[in-house]
């Protein structure tokens, strides 16, 4: 299975971002999907994650109410709408799969494959 994230740049405060997860060498329906980001000298946090099907999601505290994520299976593609960003969100984010397909936590452990990341930049 390999991850592949792209829709990072740079944008300034209050902006909008789009970050797209394509999936290849597997079936996305079979994990659950999640979003961590690593600002630098900073450790990895959890962003969002999504079950399976869709329907279970579980967001960060810092970015309730202003991030989205999605997924469509028959495209093997997740997505994490950004709004509002705000300049603490300057970060490399990472997609990342889990074999629990129902997990949404933010522990690491449980997540196995990870993309190569992208980085965000929320500047004026």
């Known amino acids: 299975v390999q991850l592949q994230a792209s829709g990072g740049g740079l944008v300034q405060p209050g902006g909008s971002l789009r970050l797209s997860c394509a999936l290849s060498?597997?079936?996305?329906?079979?994990?659950?999907m999640g979003w961590f980001r690593q600002a630098s000298g900073k450790e990895r946090e959890f962003v969002a994650a999504?079950?399976?099907?869709?329907?279970?999601?579980n967001y960060a505290d810092s970015v309730k109410g202003r991030f989205t994520i999605s997924r469509d299976n028959a495209k093997n593609t997740v997505w994490l709408q950004m709004n509002s960003l705000k300049t603490e969100d300057t970060a490399v984010y990472y997609c990342?799969?889990?074999?629990?397909?129902?997990?949404?936590?933010?522990?690491?452990?449980?997540?196995?494959?990870w993309g190569q990341g992208t980085l965000v930049t929320v500047s004026s």
């Open positions: 990342t799969a889990g074999e629990h397909p129902y997990y949404t936590g933010s522990s690491q452990v449980n997540y196995k494959y």
């Open positions: 060498g597997g079936t996305l329906s079979s994990y659950a």
């Open positions: 999504i079950g399976w099907s869709g329907t279970m999601k």
